[in-house]
């Protein structure tokens, strides 16, 4: 069981349309939670950090649900410039270790005019 | 400010040959972290370090790899001999502190390699 799971997509949305995209996670001690985004040959950068309580920036907004280990991010109101490939991350692989981010292969979004 | 920097930006060569990857990691950055991405297995850490000591070097693929941080500025990644399998794009972070797991790291542009 790979340790980051998310749908690969491609999510193909209208301007406007709003979004959801999941992931879950394998290890229960991962303490910290991420969403990067990568767009096309480019380096993953953050967009949000993932807290228990859930948290918002603009139109996005991260859930997350540690008894089903799950995380979601929801986009709303959909720009083309939000074309990207979004990385579930989850922290702390090895025993105390939270030094290392584990990545999920990554959700593909393709918004269109 | 400068980012993570990473040299070459792209390298072909042929099987066997060694090939060194660069990175310099954001000034005051006590975390570095080395991946491998490519479209079947995705972002994969390598190995990360601490304060320029490798903390966990689990992910590097076998003995053909090796990594170096001989300051705190500036770390190596070496494939030799390479094989085509290594094709891929490497890319380098830095984390500003020392449970790095609570921080943003920041990706440097990646040099994509390709071994003939």
């Known amino acids: 069981r790979k340790e980051v799971e998310q749908d690969p997509g491609p999510f193909n949305v209208p301007e406007g349309a709003t979004v959801a995209f999941n992931c879950t996670y394998s290890?229960?001690?991962?303490?910290?939670f991420f969403w990067y985004r990568q767009d096309c040959r480019k380096e993953p950068k953050l967009l949000m950090s993932?807290?228990?309580s859930g948290n918002e920036d603009g139109r996005f907004t991260a859930q997350l649900n540690r008894a089903s280990q799950y995380i979601s991010l929801l986009i709303r109101d959909s720009k083309l410039s939000d074309s990207a490939t979004y990385l579930c991350?989850?922290?702390?692989?090895?025993?105390?270790?939270?030094?290392?981010?584990?990545f999920g292969k990554g959700t593909k979004l393709s918004v269109k005019p | 400010d400068a980012g993570v920097i990473q040299s070459p930006r792209h390298e072909v060569t042929e099987m066997g040959q060694e090939v060194t990857l660069r990175c310099k990691p954001i000034?005051?950055?006590?975390?570095l972290f080395w991946y491998r991405q490519t479209m079947m297995r995705g972002l994969e850490l390598l190995i990360y370090?601490?304060?320029?000591?490798?903390?966990?070097d689990s992910g590097m693929p076998e003995d053909r790899f090796s990594a170096k941080m001989p300051n705190a500025s500036f770390s190596t990644l070496k494939i030799q001999p390479s094989e085509p399998r290594d094709s891929a794009v490497y890319f380098c972070?830095?984390?500003?502190?020392?449970?790095?797991?609570?921080?943003?790291?920041?990706f440097g542009p990646g040099t994509r390699l390709t071994v003939l």
């Open positions: 972070a830095s984390s500003p502190a020392d449970s790095s797991a609570y921080n943003e790291q920041f």
């Open positions: 290890n229960s001690a991962s303490q910290s």
């Open positions: 993932v807290y228990s």
């Open positions: 991350v989850a922290s702390g692989r090895y025993g105390g270790s939270q030094g290392n981010l584990i």
């Open positions: 000034s005051g950055h006590n975390s």
């Open positions: 370090f601490n304060n320029n000591v490798p903390i966990d």
